[in-house]
Structure formats: C-alpha cells, structure tokens
C-alpha cells in the first residue's frame, strides 16, 4: 500500500505538472500572437489579458504546490477559471459561431500555422484545462458568493480600457475596438453599454454558478489546495 507521505508527494507533483503544463499553453500562445502581430494591438484582447493572468496564476500555484505551501487564495483562483471560462465560451458560443450576428468566422478561416494553434492554445486548450483542475485537483468549498460581485471588477476595466483605447485610435486603425460587441464606431455606446450590461450579468450569474459547483463537489483524494496564506489571498 501507498503511504500517505507518498500519496500526497504525488497528489502534489501531479498537480503542479498539470498547472505549469496550462500556464505554459498560455505563455505559448501569448508568445506565437506577439510574434506574427502587433504588440500593443495583440496585448489589448481580453483573451490575452485573461491567459497570461491565468499564466501568472497558474505557474505559482504549481510552485507553491511543489513545496507543500498554501495554493494561491480562492478569490484569484475562482476569478481566473471565470475569466478564462468565458473566453473559451464567448469564442465558441459568439466569435466562431456562424449563427451569432458578432461572429468573425471569416477572419478565424484565415488563420494557419502557428496562429491556428495560438488561436486553439488561448480560446480551447486554457479553458478546458482550468475546469478539469477545478474539477479534479483544487479543494472544494472555497469559493464565496462575495467572490461573484468581486470579480465583476475585472471585465469592468477591460471594457473601460478597451472604450478609451478605441476613442483614441483613429477610424482607420485595425482592430480599433477589440470585438465586435464592443464596437461604439458599427452599434454606437448606447447599443454597447446594452452588450456590456449583458456580458455583466452573464458574467455574474457564471459566477454564481462557479460558487455552487465548488459547494457541492465531493472531495478527492489528489486535491492538494489549501486556504490561501500572504500574498495572493
């Protein structure tokens, strides 16, 4: 039989193999869109915010699991698997979706080589692989209703920051306004603010949805993460 020393080692090696994989996914596909495109055009996407925060998040949860410390606090972990949660969902769902009046399909069909797979690495491969670490190996019932409202600040600054930077552009700039539903120049701010009340309220109710799952997953013996200690909480 396995001693609990061994079971736990491995429990936790596992873990942080698996966490340093997804944030290197992440860095990846950071990495390949800096280098066929604009930096500064490439770093204003949600998506790429989204990853490499789930990066940052995701390698020093590794770390920490690596040397038996307190696994980065609920309120970030939560916040990441909801952030990146919608960007493969928005993707899928509105983007890439034919059907949806804000799809960009004919623009994804251009895309080959390592821009296909950055594009896969960031909307597909991120999101899948923070649901299976909430669903397999981060302790449950640490997620807040509180945390749902909190994390409503993040989407609030990237649409902030994705307006301003659009009024200052010129019309002619590509990619003036990031995606489509946020397009002041095509719908105009009242149809946007509509959109972005939307996206809040989906965000929330997601949110909300993350906190009951997490209330009522049964526990498993590989879940190595622990309340949140110093920095991070």
């Not at 390949?32 to 949600?46: H, K």
């Not at 698997?81 to 890439?96: M, P, S």
């Not at 902030?160 to 995606?179: D, M, Q």
Request: proline content about 7%; charged content about 15%; hydrophobic content about 55%.
């Amino acid at each position: 039989m396995t001693a609990p020393a061994d079971a736990s080692r491995h429990a936790r090696v596992t873990a942080a193999a698996f966490r340093a994989l997804i944030a290197a996914a992440a860095v990846a596909g950071v990495v390949i869109e800096c280098a066929y495109g604009s930096v500064p055009r490439v770093l204003s996407f949600f998506t790429i915010w989204t990853n490499i925060l789930l990066a940052v998040v995701f390698a020093l949860s590794a770390r920490r699991a690596l040397r038996r410390e307190p696994d980065v606090g609920p309120l970030w972990r939560g916040g990441v698997l909801l952030f990146i949660l919608v960007t493969g969902l928005v993707f899928h769902l509105v983007l890439a979706n034919p059907a949806s009046p804000f799809n960009v399909t004919e623009d994804l069909d251009k895309l080959s080589g390592a821009r296909a797979v950055a594009n896969q690495l960031l909307h597909t491969v991120t999101p899948a692989g923070a649901v299976l670490d909430f669903l397999l190996l981060t302790a449950p019932r640490r997620l807040r209703a509180r945390h749902a409202a909190q994390w409503l600040a993040y989407p609030l600054a990237y649409v902030i920051f994705a307006l301003v930077r659009g009024a200052l552009l010129s019309p002619a700039a590509p990619a003036r306004y990031t995606y489509p539903f946020i397009d002041v120049a095509q719908y105009g701010y009242a149809r946007v603010a509509l959109n972005s009340v939307v996206l809040g309220v989906a965000f929330y109710a997601l949110g909300l949805a993350l906190v009951a799952a997490d209330r009522y997953r049964p526990p498993r013996e590989n879940r190595i993460s622990s309340p949140a200690e110093g920095p991070l909480k």
